[in-house]
């Protein structure tokens, strides 16, 4: 609704069972409007080339990236995803040490997790400058690895009330570092924001992050939003 007509959905995923539930619920009473504009590719996220080709997406059509609790590296792809276009995201990650796990071509299987959710060789932790000059050379790739644990689980014996904060700090400073990445490699204006109606009591799944060329339509609306990333990087604890 208020979409208009010239929209499609393009969902990809690498199960096959997934992508049929949504066509049939799609077609039965999420959207019935919209059946015949959602498409569907079993593909691998890591795959931008073949999924963003003319074969797939229309190199006139204008796109929108839009990714929802892909786990781990998954959502470094999406956003991978979205600088082949040049084209806005939306990118709600989850399970950040998931993206510890280095992929090895042809050593897993696609319906393991932790497998697909890992790394490629040409994603890198940590993703910005910025962080790895907070860290520092020498320590910066350990410094990741217990970030990314500490956003998943917390940091040893500890309070409940201790053990979100600890989360919420160490996730907010993995996800800037995402964003710091899009502003320093791809000259994207970037956000990050919470989704509406999260309960922060709740294993912090509920970050935004947005982003968008620099100078297009999207990154005028982004920059109207309260959340800049360095209002993030003082309530992260990491002022440069």
């Given at each position: 609704?208020?979409?208009?007509?010239?929209?499609d959905v393009l969902a990809v995923d690498v199960n096959e069972i997934a992508?049929?539930?949504?066509?049939?619920?799609?077609?039965?009473?999420?959207?019935?409007?919209?059946?015949?504009?959602?498409?569907?590719?079993?593909?691998?996220?890591?795959?931008?080339?073949?999924?963003?080709?003319?074969?797939?997406?229309?190199?006139?059509?204008?796109?929108?990236?839009?990714?929802?609790?892909?786990?781990?590296?998954?959502?470094?792809?999406?956003?991978?995803?979205?600088?082949?276009?040049?084209?806005?995201?939306?990118?709600?990650?989850?399970?950040?040490?998931?993206?510890?796990?280095?992929?090895?071509?042809?050593?897993?299987?696609?319906?393991a997790s932790f497998k697909r959710s890992g790394a490629t060789n040409n994603?890198?932790?940590?993703?910005?400058?910025?962080?790895?000059?907070?860290?520092?050379?020498?320590?910066?790739?350990?410094?990741?690895?217990?970030?990314?644990?500490?956003?998943?689980?917390?940091?040893?014996?500890?309070?409940?009330?201790?053990?979100?904060?600890?989360?919420?700090?160490?996730?907010?400073?993995?996800?800037?570092?995402?964003?710091?990445?899009?502003?320093?490699?791809?000259?994207?204006?970037?956000?990050?924001?919470?989704?509406?109606?999260?309960?922060?009591?709740?294993?912090?799944?509920?970050?935004?992050?947005?982003?968008?060329?620099?100078?297009?339509?999207?990154?005028?609306?982004?920059?109207?939003?309260?959340?800049?990333l360095r209002q993030g990087r003082e309530i992260a604890g990491m002022q440069?």
């Open positions: 609704e208020g979409l208009g007509d010239e929209f992508l049929r539930r949504l066509a049939d619920r799609a077609q039965r009473g999420i959207a019935p409007s919209c059946h015949g504009r959602i498409r569907t590719v079993c593909a691998d996220l890591a795959d931008a080339d073949t999924i963003i080709s003319g074969d797939i997406i229309s190199p006139d059509r204008d796109v929108i990236v839009v990714s929802l609790h892909a786990c781990g590296a998954a959502s470094d792809y999406a956003m991978n995803l979205a600088y082949k276009r040049d084209a806005p995201f939306a990118i709600c990650p989850c399970c950040m040490a998931k993206s510890l796990t280095r992929r090895e071509e042809g050593s897993y299987s696609m319906n994603i890198t932790y940590p993703r910005s400058r910025w962080l790895g000059d907070v860290m520092g050379l020498d320590d910066a790739k350990e410094g990741y690895e217990m970030l990314a644990k500490v956003a998943d689980v917390g940091l040893g014996p500890q309070t409940p009330s201790q053990q979100r904060d600890h989360q919420r700090r160490a996730k907010m400073i993995v996800e800037l570092d995402r964003l710091a990445s899009s502003s320093e490699n791809h000259e994207y204006e970037t956000r990050l924001l919470s989704i509406q109606h999260h309960d922060p009591h709740v294993y912090g799944k509920g970050d935004l992050l947005l982003g968008a060329k620099v100078g297009s339509i999207a990154a005028s609306v982004f920059r109207n939003l309260p959340t800049t440069q």
